[in-house]
């Protein structure tokens, strides 16, 4: 699985050239493209959201 950060660069490059090109049909595949990119990264979280240690209890009093 490709990482937020990754798809997010990868989308922004493909905007960067779709405003370069003159070619329109070329530019609205590229757009059409960072929008995938960016749909794909959406719901990735920014960071390791593991599994919290097994010892930790967040509902436990503090001192028990």
Do not use: C, H, N
């Amino acid at each position: 699985m490709l990482g937020k950060s990754y798809l997010t660069k990868q989308a922004s490059l493909l905007l960067e050239f779709a405003r370069t090109t003159s070619d329109s049909d070329l530019s609205a595949k590229l757009i059409s493209k960072a929008a995938d990119l960016k749909s794909q990264a959406d719901p990735l979280p920014d960071k390791d959201q593991g599994p919290k240690a097994p010892d930790v209890s967040p509902d436990a009093p503090a001192g028990s």
